[in-house]
C-alpha cells in the first residue's frame, strides 16, 4: 500500500495515508506545462471540480460560487475561491497563489470571474497575444449559478481555447498509486455488497435494506483504515455503498428506486463500491429471488458471454470502437442486439463515469493503466434485466479482473 506523510500524535514516523502524495500532484503539473508547451499554451484554466481535484489535491464541494485553478508556466497552481474556503485551500501545499473574494451573489458589486481576471493579470496570463487553455469556457451551472464566460472577462487579445482532454487523457490511465486505491475501493464493495446479499428478504425494499448495508461496510470499512482515511469524493453519502434495483424496475440501466417490497420470482441488479483516497469502484450484479425460470437461465447466459467477449477484447493498442464492434458484432450472434440499451463500459477512477468509453464512436486507443468498467447489458420488456459489472485494469496482455464477487449464476441465486 502506499504511504503518505500524515502523522500520528507528536512523532515523525510516515503513517499509512490514504491519499495521493504531493509529489505525485508534482509530476501532474510538470505533465500538464509540457503538453501545454507543446500545443503553445501560456496557461490552464480549471473549473471542474475533479480536474481541479486531480491536479491539485484541493477536493471540495462545489455550490453556486465559482472556484477555479489556473497553471501557470512556472510556479506551483494558482486558485480562486470564496471567503469560506480560504482556510481549506491554504492547507494545499501546490497551490501558492490565491485570489479569495467575498460571498456570492451578495458580497459585492464585482462578480468573481472578474476577480479570476485580475489573478490571471497577476500570472501575466492576461494580456494580448495569450493563448489560455481552459476546460470549460466559464464556471459551470451549478445551484442557480450565473455569470460570465471565460472568454468574456480576458483582455482583448487574449485567446481562449479548449482544453479539457489534456487532464483528461493524464487521469485515464492510472498511476501506481491510483490502482491501489481503486483495488481496496473493491475490497469495500465487495463488503458491502455481500451484507447487501445476507439481508435480501421477502418484503423488504431496496432502500432500507441499501442503507443497512451500507452503513455497516462503512463503519467496518473507516475503522479499518484509521484515523488517516477520509471521504473525499463520496459527498454526503457513505463511503462505502450498495444499492439495488428490482422486478420490472431492472429493465431500466438506470431505474428508480421504489418502496415495493422484494417479492419471490424478483430479479435484482445491484450495484456497490466505495471511496478510497477518491477514488471508486463498481461492482455490479444481477441476481434473483428464488428459483430461476428457464427464460431468465437463457438471458442471464448470454450476457455473461457478452461480458466475456468485451474482456477478451480489450487490449493495448487496440481501440475503443473496435472493442465495442466487437460486443455489438456478439449481441447478434447470440440473438439479442434488440435488448441493448448502452455501450459496454467507461473510464472508472475519481469518478464513477469518467473519460473514455467504450464506444463505436470513440477510435481512442487503450493503453496499459486503464481502469474500466466492463458492463453489457441485456434489457428484455416484460421480463427482467441482466448486467454484471466488473471494474478491470488493461495489462500488457488484457484484462486483470479487479472486482471478485462471484458471478455464476448459483451464486446469484437468493432464496426467500
Known sequence: MVSASAQQGTGTTPVVGWGIEQPEYDARVARVRRELERRRLDGLVLFHPIRMAYLSGFFHYSTERPMAIVVGPEGGLAALVPHLEQDHIAAISGVDRVMVYPEYPTGGAKHPLLYLGDLLSEMGLNAKGT??????????????????????????GVETLPARDIIDRLRAVKSEAELAFIKESCVWGNLAHRLMQEKLALGRNAMEIGI????????????????TYRPLTAGFGTPAMVIFSAGANTVQPHGLLHTRGLQRGDVLITGAGADV????????????????TPEFE???ERMLQLQQTAFDAIRPGRTLSEVETEVGAAFADLGVAEFQRHHTG?????????WPFIDKGSDDVIEEMMVLTIEPGIYVSGLAGFRHSDTVVVRADGVERLTYYP???QSMIVEP
Open 407 to 409: 458471478r455464476d449464476l
Open 346 to 354: 467507461h473510464g472508472i477512477g475519481l469518478e464513477g463515469h469518467e
Open 212 to 227: 443497512e448495508a451500507s452503513a455497516e461496510a462503512s463503519r467496518t470499512m473507516i475503522a479499518a483504515l484509521g484515523p
Open 277 to 292: 483516497g477518491g477514488y471508486n469502484s463498481e461492482l455490479e450484479r444481477t441476481m434473483i429471488i428464488g428459483e430461476p
Open 298 to 300: 437463457h438471458c442471464f
Open 131 to 156: 493563448r489560455l487553455g481552459y476546460d470549460s469556457n466559464g464556471y459551470l451551472d451549478i445551484n442557480g449559478y450565473d455569470g460570465p464566460l471565460l472568454a468574456d472577462i480576458v483582455a482583448d
